[in-house]
């Protein structure tokens, strides 16, 4: 490949490389030269991928030295999250340079995706190396992204250590929550935890609503925090259930309603009514996974705000969350504005979040930045 400034992203797309030479299989480790013959990367490789390379490291160690070393520094750098978490996220893949691999920690178990053909053939080992550094009673694999097929991957998903229960049940915040294998993602958002206690100055006696509630984290700290009722919105029956179930578990009884719903029909549906609501949590799924659905998304989430500040009491409050990774957060504030304008209020940032420390950013590398949190104020407009 030619030498020019890459700021040692871990990607190496198929039209930077000038050749391909050797024999090898996709997915095996390969190593990168620059025009000139110098050394300059070893990572793997799938040629049917417009990612061509992944990189694992800049310096031509073997693979175990790779996986050891990198499986090592990532649990080091959560060593004080794992002291006092029972719950946290032990590898973000680039971020860790691992491309390809997540590892969250729930409790005595963990829960691991794999998303690219070189990671899976390293599974075997990354798993060795992963119960040298962690004792646990169990690892599941949740590997069930749509990434994988365009890996030429199955998905799949089951225990590869030891056993655990389908639902694992975990503290954080001073709540009991759930990791549900069968549910989203690696079964709980942890990226959200942080968040989640930012509301802890605003929900004293409000009602509120989660949308997009999955198993109600939003909802379970809104009512700890002392939020008088909440209405938790979600299309999976499943998922409402375990919310049923971790609210009665926590004292929430009385405190709380249940509605399975399509959210964009629910909001639609209760725009047709009066403002009703002091506090509204909006925490949907990303709209889109590629920079030509930009606008796609951009519509998605400026039609959920505007419809959930038409059910705000004024004034209010609007807790929006976007884990599209392709709008930045000057995106999502451009569309909250537009949102404003519409409804004709003021918005005030009161809070900003993002992803907590085990979901590290790696400057240089954008893709490992996605989530956007905002508290905002809403107010008539004189």
Same mark, same amino acid.
């Given at each position: ?25 996709? $997915?095996? =480790? /390969? !190593?990168? +030269? ?13 040629? &049917?991928? @417009? ?48 491309? $390809?691999? =997540? /590892? !969250?920690? +729930? ?13 899976? &053939?390293? @599974? ?259």
């Amino acid at each position: 490949m030619n030498k020019f400034k890459r700021n040692h992203h871990p990607w190496i797309y198929k039209n930077e490389i000038m050749t391909i030479k050797g024999d090898f299989e996709d $997915g095996q =480790i /390969v !190593d990168v +030269f620059l025009k000139s013959g110098q050394f300059f990367a070893r990572g793997y490789i799938n040629t &049917k991928s @417009k990612i061509t390379v992944r990189i694992l490291t800049f310096e031509p160690k073997t693979i175990e030295q790779i996986l050891q070393s990198r499986i090592e520094q990532a649990i080091h750098r959560r060593r004080f999250l794992l002291k006092h978490e029972q719950a946290c996220r032990l590898i973000y893949s680039e971020s860790d340079w691992l491309a $390809g691999l =997540i /590892v !969250d920690k +729930f409790g005595p178990y963990l829960v691991i995706q794999i998303n690219t053909l070189g990671m899976e &053939k390293l @599974k075997e080992l990354s798993v060795k190396i992963l119960l040298q550094q962690v004792e646990v009673s169990g690892i599941y694999e949740k590997s069930d992204s749509p990434a994988r097929l365009k890996e030429g991957l199955e998905k799949r998903s089951g225990w590869i250590y030891g056993n655990g229960p389908e639902i694992i049940y975990y503290r954080s915040n001073g709540l009991t929550l759930a990791s549900d294998l069968k549910g989203q993602k690696t079964g709980a958002f942890l990226d959200q935890r942080l968040n989640a206690r930012a509301l802890f100055p605003y929900a004293e006696g409000k009602e509120c609503v989660d949308v997009f509630s999955y198993t109600g984290n939003f909802a379970l700290h809104l009512l700890k925090y002392g939020a008088k009722h909440v209405k938790l919105i979600d299309y999976s029956q499943r998922s409402l259930q375990i919310a049923d179930q971790l609210m009665k578990l926590n004292g929430f009884e009385g405190r709380y309603d249940l509605i399975c719903a399509n959210a964009f029909d629910w909001l639609k549906r209760e725009t047709s009514l009066t403002e009703q609501y002091d506090l509204i949590v909006l925490d949907p799924p990303s709209f889109a996974k590629t920079s030509s659905a930009k606008e796609s998304a951009e519509r998605g989430h400026k039609e959920v705000n505007l419809r959930a500040i038409k059910l705000l009491k004024k004034p209010g409050l609007l807790v929006s969350s976007s884990c599209t990774q392709i709008l930045s957060a000057f995106d999502f504030e451009r569309v909250m504005q537009s949102v404003a304008s519409d409804c004709k209020v003021n918005l005030r940032i009161a809070c900003r979040g993002g992803q907590p420390e085990d979901h590290p950013i790696l400057l240089g590398v954008p893709e490992t930045e996605y989530l956007k949190f905002y508290i905002f104020e809403a107010w008539r407009r004189d």
